[in-house]
């Protein structure tokens, strides 16, 4: 019974999109001496590519995150992508999450405010370099978007002011 459970989780997680960064930072870190690292090791394979920023807008959902206690406190705004990459993707899974316009996250999954769009210049029509992370053995996010140029955990809009 465990085992339809896992493949249903694993395929929800694909097919709503996989928001670069997240998780990334449980694959890339050494576990603690003594201590099993959660969902790991994992291994994966990267595809070099660009994202196109197709979309910015400010919704009700990333708005309400302003709200949500122990948040983030401001509020996000949803940033849509486009990934391209002239590497010949596989499996085929992972050519479909690469095919999809795909919503950008924090690491934490908090949305980027519009303090961050300024910072990084993210415009719609951007192209930013990109790298599809595949997964290739473990349990970690099996597909992970990074961004060498934006910093995906960088949460300075979430600090008070002094």
């Known amino acids: 019974m465990k085992a339809p459970v896992m493949i249903v989780g694993i395929l929800a997680a694909m ?10 930072a449980a694959a890339s870190q050494s576990p603690t001496p003594g201590k099993p690292k959660v ?6 394979t990267d ?6 920023v197709t979309r910015i807008e400010r919704t009700e959902q990333s708005g309400r995150q302003a709200l949500t206690p122990g948040g983030a406190g401001y509020p996000g705004v949803e940033v849509w992508f486009k990934f391209q990459s002239p590497a010949r993707i596989s ?4 050519r479909k999450v690469a095919d999809r316009e795909q919503l950008f996250r924090l690491a934490n999954s908090w949305y980027p405010g519009e303090r961050y ?3 990084y210049g993210i415009k719609v029509g951007n192209t930013y370099r990109c790298v599809l992370k595949v997964i290739k053995s473990g349990t970690c996010t099996p ?5 060498p140029d ?3 955990d ?7 002011e002094e």
């Open 15 to 24: 097919w709503t999109g996989v928001a670069f960064g997240e998780g990334e």
């Open 39 to 44: 969902g790991g090791p994992c291994d994966y």
């Open 47 to 52: 595809f070099a590519g660009t994202a196109t």
């Open 91 to 94: 499996p085929d899974w992972a």
């Open 117 to 119: 769009i300024d910072k």
């Open 143 to 147: 597909a992970l978007f990074r961004f």
């Open 150 to 152: 934006c910093r995906n």
């Open 154 to 160: 960088d949460y300075f809009e979430s600090k008070k």
